[in-house]
């Protein structure tokens, strides 16, 4: 794989093992996850439950939102990623009026935005109104 230009990432799979890794214009940067399905995002995008567990890789025009779907007693423990490939903001907005979305910041947020290139974390549905983030990569306000 090519190294990037500063300020820059790419993002390669390992085809023997299915694995997603990131290079910096340094060196790699690491692993992300193996052996999943990818979910190419350009615009607007409301996740469901047939995104669950996939990679969801943005790559579109600024501005765009990805809502998660809403937390329901009966998909409590759900998980996706999401992984901003471009520089555009990317904003992630959860969909029940109740839910929040905690991160390492903000406590009871509606929306959070991806700002830089690579920016990626994984949204984890952890109560019956709670988002928490984790494996966070890059920069979210």
């Known amino acids: 794989v090519a190294t990037p230009a ?16 990131v290079k910096d214009s340094g060196t790699l940067v690491g692993g992300i996850m193996a052996g ?7 615009a607007n ?4 439950a047939a995104h669950l567990g996939e990679f969801n890789l943005y790559n579109g025009a600024a501005s765009q939102t990805i809502t998660l779907p809403e937390i ?14 471009d520089g555009d903001d990317i904003i992630v907005s959860r969909a029940g009026s109740a ?21 990626y974390a994984t949204f984890t549905a952890v109560s019956a109104d709670m988002w ?10």
Do not use: K
């Not at 500063?6 to 890794?21: E, K, L, M, N, P």
């Open 99 to 119: 839910d929040v979305i905690v991160n390492a910041t903000t406590v009871n947020a509606t929306t959070v935005t991806g700002t830089t290139i690579g920016a």
């Open 132 to 141: 928490v983030m984790t494996n966070i990569g890059g920069t979210w306000t």
């Open 6 to 21: 500063s300020g820059y990432v790419s993002v390669f799979r390992d085809d023997t093992y299915g694995a997603f890794q």
């Open 45 to 48: 995008t409301t996740i469901t």
């Open 36 to 42: 999943v399905a990818v979910n190419t995002l350009a």
């Open 72 to 85: 329901t007693p009966s998909n409590i423990g759900m998980q996706l990623t999401i992984f901003e490939l």
